[in-house]
């Protein structure tokens, strides 16, 4: 399944709730656990990040010596 930030929203905004139902624009969906629906938010935002593509990197070079 595709996911969208929408799904996140819903999902963190059900978990901040303490409520177990997340409800989509064309469904709801009911978990067991609090912590099934962590593992659901963890598995959105892992999907999430991957679609986004790699992240750029930045690598920060210093020198604590005094130098020649």
């Known amino acids: 399944m595709s996911f969208t930030q929408k799904h996140l929203d ?8 303490g409520e ?3 409800r989509y624009t064309d469904r709801t969906v009911e978990y067991r656990t609090i912590d099934e629906l962590l593992k659901a938010r963890e598995e959105i935002r892992t999907s999430l990040i991957s ?3 790699p992240r750029s990197r930045v690598v920060r070079l210093t020198h604590g010596g005094k130098g020649l």
């Open 10 to 17: 819903a999902v963190e905004a059900a978990i901040a709730r």
């Open 51 to 53: 679609a986004a593509g």
């Open 20 to 22: 177990k139902v997340v």
